[in-house]
């Protein structure tokens, strides 16, 4: 008998509120007990206020093994969707650990990579907040189609939408590793953990016990491996970090930033650059007094803050737009740049380049870290990506030198040669290949080992070498810098260059399928 309107909708609404319930009410209680938001409280407070139109909401695996055909959830254990934060269209997904852990079935895997490909096709971003056991193993090879398909559609987005995840819950195996293939991870801090293969596993192979904290949580992630991008207190803050992040990030490639006006006059002069930067090479000081006071309103958004705190990389705005900053700390290891700081600067240069991002370096490093640790770690092989990745960008690149670039530093941080565009110097900058000392001792080891007072006459040449060389006029001298500038002006100059790149152009490169990044 054909049912009446009433009956149909009612049909419909009780499928909806079945898969409203998640894995079942006394789950999602559990879940909120644990101090979580469910997947749906997660995606409502992503997005604006009932902006959120959902899809495939009725999906349900087919499998038929370990019992499964009586275990249905529509749905299948992720909400997908679409809708707007501040405004903006964006595609979003959030797994429900509730439903058979989160885990990654055919149709859940499904249902995100046809959601990745349409954030792709319609040029918005993606936000994916993942609590997932990884593949669903009752699924067998099945998840080849599920979880292989989320992992290539993230990687055909790469560059052309940005992607966010946030790593809300435990993130397991192939789960983890496309939040590995996005632009940036948020993770939460006590209740996540992203691994490829769990503690048991690690026992099981290797006989190592291990907690999930100290396998995958955020502390680890965020300090030493680097995979971890900010870490949120808790489910509310991680959402609030995302939403704060895309504003720095445009809809896509085709874009730029938004601008946002700061009230923050692009001429101000900046007297406390005088007081923060002792002109004492030998004295440090924390770089992120420098961008504070240069930038708009002293708002700096700093990303991996706690990984290779050498190298400082981060996003803030000028004069109202969105820059990328890059900046060496002296106040860790005395600024020296290694392997992870490399790394960190060219994974951020790349981010910055494929979003239209400008590119703004703060330089002071006396060099790359020396010794057997650092070149057996792959020094080369990590510094060569940050060399690779600014010749590469096109976008505008501003560097200004405050104390030193020596050495390897001088391609790593801004030259011309290496794509910047302006070249800014101050007074104190001292910039060359290698440190009068050991440059003297290399080239008057005769004339040192003949004289009568070989202490004097080593002083004397040192004096001579930085008399000649380290200071910021030899480079000025050889326009390797476009102007030495006051301190003081730092903001107004960099400023004023950016308005002048804001549409520069790059000819044309030798055609090539893609380049091969050292990695
Ligand atoms: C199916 C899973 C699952 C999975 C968890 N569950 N992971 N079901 N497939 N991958 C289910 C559990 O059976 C359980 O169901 C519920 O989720 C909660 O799991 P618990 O183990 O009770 O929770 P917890 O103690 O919090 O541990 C979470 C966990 C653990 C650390 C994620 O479940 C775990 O180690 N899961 C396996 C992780 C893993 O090895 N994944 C890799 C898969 S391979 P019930 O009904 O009992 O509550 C992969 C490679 C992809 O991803 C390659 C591409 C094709």
Known sequence: MTPSWAEALAGLAAREAVARAGGSEARLEEQRR??????????????DRGSFVETNMLAEHQCRDFGMETRKFPGDGVVTGHGRIDGRCVCAYAEDVTVLGGSTGRVHGTKIHTLLRRARESRVPVIGLHDSGGARIQEGMDNVYGMTGVLAEFTLNSGVVPQIVGI????????????????????????????????????EVLGEHVTPDALGGCDMHARRSGVTHLVARDDRDCIALIRRLLTYLPQSNRQRPAAVEAGDPADRPVPELLDIVPIDPGRNYDMHAVVGAIVDGGEFFETQEGFARNMIVGFARMGGQAVGLVANNPAVGDGYMDGDAAVKAARFVRTCDAFNIPLLTLVDA??????????QGGLLRHGAKLLHSWTESTVPKVSCVLRKMYGGVIPAMGVHEIGFDQVFAWPSAEMQMVRAEPAVKILCRKELAAAADSCALQLQRVREYQDLYLTPYHSASLAVVDAVIAPQDTRARIISALRLLQDKTVADRAWRKHSNLPL
């Open 168 to 203: 809300m819950g435990t993130c397991a195996g192939g789960a983890a590793y496309s939040a590995a293939l996005a632009d940036f991870i948020v993770q939460v801090e006590n209740t996540s953990q992203l691994f490829v293969t769990g503690p048991a596993l690690a026992d």
């Open 366 to 375: 006396p060099g790359f870290l020396p010794g057997v640790a650092q070149e």
């Open 34 to 47: 644990a101090g979580k938001l469910t997947a749906r409280e997660r995606i409502e407070a992503l997005l």
